[in-house]
């Protein structure tokens, strides 16, 4: 992908992100921006096995020079698609595997510029986070064609948990975004 800066009066173009593993398996079927970081997923790198699927971490650093400082990896047994739908804010990232046996999600933290694997759904999630969304200790993912969870991180324990969830109409959650709430 490309990385474009609108400096007040033009777009100028920043970076090109290339892994330096050199996968490119659907390299940036998903993407999402927490500034200074830019996150790509690639549901069917072979990094960590067959289509279990990555995402990279790409830093800016106060002088313009992007670099990638991570490679995230799935932290459990059968996966796949791994990066399928991704979203970050400043406390972390929401991942969707859907096509994992169960379809699961996961949520890390970063920590100083680092993210590392927080939790992990444990039970079938249906669709498992074909479209996710987060903003602060709050997330939102499709689990599925009709319904939407909304999970919470409480601070004070750090725990994950559910807080109810919205059914619609067929194809309700295809796209989702969270913002305040």
């Not at 990094?47 to 990638?68: H, K, L, Q």
């Not at 970050?88 to 680092?114: K, Q, T």
């Not at 709050?138 to 064609?145: E, G, H, K, Y």
Request: hydrophobic share 35%; glycine share 14%; aromatic share 12%.
């Amino acid at each position: 992908p490309q990385v474009w800066q609108f400096t007040g009066a033009a777009w100028v173009h920043e970076h090109t992100c290339v892994p330096l593993d050199g996968e490119y398996k659907q390299y940036v079927y998903a993407g999402t921006i927490d500034d200074p970081y830019v996150l790509i997923g690639a549901p069917n790198d072979f990094s960590a096995g067959p289509g279990f699927g990555a995402v990279y971490v790409y830093y800016r650093s106060g002088g313009g020079t992007w670099v990638e400082t991570q490679e995230l990896l799935p932290g459990f047994s059968a996966p796949n698609d791994f990066g399928k739908a991704i979203d970050a804010s400043a406390e972390g990232l929401i991942v969707g595997s859907p096509g994992s046996n169960p379809p699961r999600y996961s949520l890390w933290r970063r920590n100083n510029g680092f993210y590392s694997l927080d939790a992990l759904s444990q039970v079938n999630d249906g669709a498992g986070g074909t479209a996710v969304a987060m903003d602060g200790d709050r997330a939102v993912l499709n689990v599925s064609s009709t319904n939407v969870r909304l999970i919470e991180r409480n601070p004070s324990t750090g725990i994950w948990s559910l807080h109810g969830g919205v059914s619609g109409p067929v194809r309700f959650g295809e796209a989702l975004d969270l913002d305040d709430g």
